[in-house]
């Protein structure tokens, strides 16, 4: 089995930071696509950010120019740096993988999710 084990979520006040790490854990061919999502109260879940194996991102409109997504391949983590941040940014978070099975066809995971809170 795959194991993705999410932290760095907590309690912030609006304009501080906060980096979220996912590693995933167990016997993987190869990780495609890592990406973060979150689900707010009384809201439907929605994406936030990508990050393709090759390095390419992209991020929801409402992240943009505040949020970072990166990843580190040699040990299967993605992160996602997020700075000045705001009560409506308030969810858990989900990180999310598409890994690649050998020779063909694909699997994907859920991480268990981490809350994130912003208030004053």
């Known amino acids: 089995q795959v194991q993705l084990v999410e932290s760095g979520g907590g309690l912030v006040q609006p304009g501080e930071s906060l980096r979220l790490s996912c590693v995933a854990f167990?016997?993987?061919?190869?990780?495609?696509?890592m990406s973060w999502h979150r689900q707010a109260p009384g809201k439907q879940r929605e994406s936030v950010a990508l990050i393709t194996s090759g390095g390419g991102t992209n991020y929801a409109d409402s992240v943009k120019g505040r949020f970072t997504i990166s990843r580190d391949n040699a040990n299967n983590t993605v992160y996602l740096q997020m700075d000045s941040l705001k009560p409506e940014d308030t969810a858990v978070y989900y990180c999310?993988?598409?890994?690649?099975?050998?020779?063909?066809?694909?699997?994907?995971?859920w991480g268990q999710g981490t809350q994130v809170t912003v208030s004053s």
């Open positions: 167990g016997i993987i061919f190869r990780i495609k696509n």
């Open positions: 999310h993988i598409v890994t690649s099975r050998f020779p063909v066809g694909e699997n994907n995971y």
